[in-house]
């Protein structure tokens, strides 16, 4: 699977900046793409795991393309 998507990340919160998430209405989401708020890194959380897809941060203040996809280990990809 693949999820994408156009962001446009300001400053650096306190809070985790939830980029995208699909889930049944209740806490436990199907998965949810989302930035850490100490790092501004890449996460995914599918089901009950959560997982690393980036070491690199968005560039604040700029749009930003987002890519991550499944083919048995999760790639992310930052603007290209």
Not at 40 to 64: D, E, H, I, K, M
């Amino acid at each position: 699977f693949s999820l994408e998507a156009w962001i446009f990340p300001l400053g650096n919160p306190l809070q985790q900046r939830i980029i995208l998430c699909k889930g049944d209405g209740n806490i436990a989401y199907h998965y949810c793409l989302y930035l850490e708020s100490s790092s501004g890194f890449g996460r995914l959380r599918v089901g009950g795991g959560t997982y690393p897809v980036s070491s690199v941060a968005p560039v604040s203040g700029l749009w930003n393309h987002v890519v991550v996809v499944f083919n048995g280990t999760f790639l992310f990809f930052l603007n290209g």
